[in-house]
């Protein structure tokens, strides 16, 4: 299912997709086509860009919120111009903030890193770009003053959707050093018990709302 | 007046009320300050005389407000004084804004003036141009009555024995009558040009070339702030798409690309496009950023302070949105400040505040560096200042040396939109 206003995008992006082994069930080019089209397809996943038509302002991020109001459970792909963490944590905020994903459209040319996201958020975990996690990590505040500059990075890798052993691959450390440091992660954060998956998603909502 | 209805019309009536009000008045002033300054002199000795001196200094001020009211009998134009409203409440500012002022002291002047040389020429010009017509024009009158029909005296000078006379001077009195009022014209309308030049300038004109120059400096912002939006939107819908699609398209490219010389130069191609896609998105925030008009100055502050070297406390309370030259002057100002302290100020942390109270939308961004900041010092601010003076606002920047630096700046403005959609 896929929201896009610029031709030339959506028909790359659909080749894309499909050229990986995915259905597109429906390609439209603004925010109520959308609503529409999600009501008559039940997609597993929605990728939508922020600004289209009618408006050309942030239509497609309040019809993602939108949807989700309706559906907490449909995973939503953002795609978006934008570093800015704002449009992202409107997103985040809607539904209990599992199946999000949040990406600068630059990252669609990275096309294996773009469907590992997808599946990512298809499979209800939660993705924000690189980029907008690099700005937030400027932030020193609470709670994450609480956090060592490495639990800070390791953090970091979970809000863009990586596994625990992409984790120990890009830092170079071993697989249970990350899984100590994530520990230690949601201890501070205060998190409470609940399946992994799940506490993973709070601690990435944590470091967003920081 | 060389209109050929002059004579007719209600202006030899309004010369004469006015220069005859202004003998009758000019007596009064000259009574009142004579006897005001000569009390005040001799009391002075006794200290209590001194603020009958300071009333005697400000006796300028109800002498000219009198006259500007007179003025409206010869002269149409508005006609207003230049004096400037105290800064604050009470008799105290009152008094020393009205003391420092000069135009206090033009209307001291003036009352002087009035009251030594004008009202004389004023009584001169009326006797000679209306009342000596008249008493020659009424001689049959004085003749039947006080001369008893036998012998009267016109004007002191000729004496009148016979009726025939008598309606000479009638005859000869109407026809001074009309040149005197002619004569009553000129005088009256010199006196209130003085008047006017002294204690009402003619800003009318003035008033309104600066009304339209004010208003098409905002225009020139507004346009200016509609032209930036559109390059933004340009760039988005079309560069900024076919950059991203190029990308898409290289990325795809590789993916096919057998290893070797091919598929390195694919790689060092998509990483270009790469690195001008987000050079053109720097490009693009910097123009308009989107999150202002998206959501508004709050959430478009919190981001600039977010990109900012130096750690920034945010304490902004903005009941809404606000027009977008407002809104887009307050962040350009915010920006540039918070980028003046992470280049100049050696700053460990900043903290921008605001607030908006009384029709004013207030920002400050304030910093704990070594200060000495110049706004003339080619720094981005003189542009802004005039930009945020174009909206009628204030930016005014405060940075001794050792610090701290605080910039502040205040808009007049209007809320356009509650604050359902601030973040």
């Known amino acids: 299912m896929l929201a896009e206003d610029s031709v030339l995008l959506r028909e790359g992006l659909i080749s894309l997709l499909e050229r990986l082994g995915h259905e597109v069930v429906a390609a439209v080019g603004d925010a109520p086509a959308l609503v529409a089209a999600v009501e008559e397809h039940d997609p597993d996943i929605v990728v939508t860009d922020v600004r289209m038509p009618p408006g050309f302002q942030d239509e497609g991020l309040h019809a993602a919120v939108r949807l989700r109001e309706g559906r907490p459970a449909l995973p939503v792909l953002v795609l978006s111009q934008y570093v800015q963490r704002t449009y992202a944590s409107d997103l985040l905020d809607s539904g209990d903030g599992t199946g999000i994903g949040y990406l600068l459209k630059d990252r669609v040319g990275q096309v294996e890193e773009f469907v590992d996201a997808l599946c990512e958020v298809a499979d209800g975990g939660t993705v924000v770009d690189p980029e907008v996690v690099r700005q937030l990590l400027r932030r020193r505040r609470d709670p994450l003053e609480r956090l060592t500059p490495r639990e800070r990075e390791v953090l970091a890798l979970i809000a863009e959707g990586k596994s625990n052993g992409a984790i120990a691959r890009d830092l170079v450390v071993s697989e249970a050093a990350v899984g100590k440091h994530i520990g230690s992660i949601l201890a501070k954060l205060d998190l409470p018990q609940a399946d992994e998956t799940h506490r993973r998603v709070l601690a990435v909502l944590a470091f967003l709302r920081a | ?423």
């Open chain 2, 1 to 423: 007046m060389a209109r050929p209805g002059f004579l007719l019309s209600s202006w030899p009536w309004r010369s004469a009320a006015y220069l005859l009000t202004g003998a009758v008045s000019g007596v009064v002033v000259l009574v009142g300050i004579v006897t005001a300054a000569v009390c005040g002199g001799v009391l002075a000795l006794v200290l209590v005389g001194l603020p009958l001196l300071v009333l005697t200094a400000l006796s300028g001020l109800p002498v000219a407000w009198a006259e500007r009211h007179r003025l409206r009998l010869v002269d149409r134009a508005p006609a207003r004084g230049q004096h400037r409203k105290p800064a604050a409440e009470g008799l105290w500012a009152w008094l020393t804004t009205r003391l420092r002022e000069q135009a206090t002291w033009r209307e001291l002047g003036y009352a002087v003036l009035f009251a030594g040389l004008l009202w004389p020429v004023d009584a001169i010009v009326v006797t000679v141009a209306l009342l000596f017509p008249l008493a020659m024009a009424t001689t049959p009158l004085w003749l039947a009555t006080t001369g008893g029909g036998e012998e009267v005296k016109v004007l002191k000078l000729w004496t009148v024995t016979t009726w025939p006379g008598a309606f000479g001077f009638v005859v000869l009195g109407t026809a001074f009558l009309g040149l005197g009022a002619y004569v009553l014209g000129v005088a009256a309308g010199a006196r209130a040009e003085l008047t006017r030049l002294l204690i009402a300038p003619r800003d009318a004109d003035m008033g309104a070339t600066v009304v339209e120059l004010t208003r098409s400096r905002v225009r020139l912002v507004d346009a200016f702030e509609a032209e930036r939006r559109r390059i933004e939107r340009d760039l988005h819908d079309g560069a900024q798409q076919r950059l991203v699609a190029l990308t898409m398209a290289l990325g795809l490219a590789r993916l096919d690309a057998p290893e070797g010389p091919l598929a390195q130069q694919l790689a060092k191609a998509h990483d270009e496009a790469g690195k001008a896609l987000s050079e053109l998105r720097e490009l693009i925030r910097g123009i308009h950023p989107k999150v202002l008009a998206d959501y508004g100055l709050a959430a478009a502050v919190a981001d600039a302070a977010d990109r900012s070297a130096v750690p920034v406390d945010m304490d902004l309370e903005l009941p809404g949105r606000f027009s977008q030259s407002v809104e887009a002057a307050g962040y350009f100002v915010v920006c540039e400040a918070l980028a003046n302290v992470g280049r100049h100020s050696g700053a460990s942390r900043a903290r921008v505040s605001g607030a908006y109270r009384d029709g004013r939308l207030s920002l400050k961004v304030s910093d704990d560096g070594r200060g000495g900041a110049d706004a003339a010092a080619g720094s981005g601010l003189t542009g802004l200042a005039d930009r945020v003076s174009a909206l009628d606002g204030r930016l005014s920047l405060s940075s001794p040396p050792g610090g701290p630096t605080l910039l502040c700046v205040e808009i007049p403005c209007e809320l356009t939109e509650a604050a359902e959609r601030c973040a």
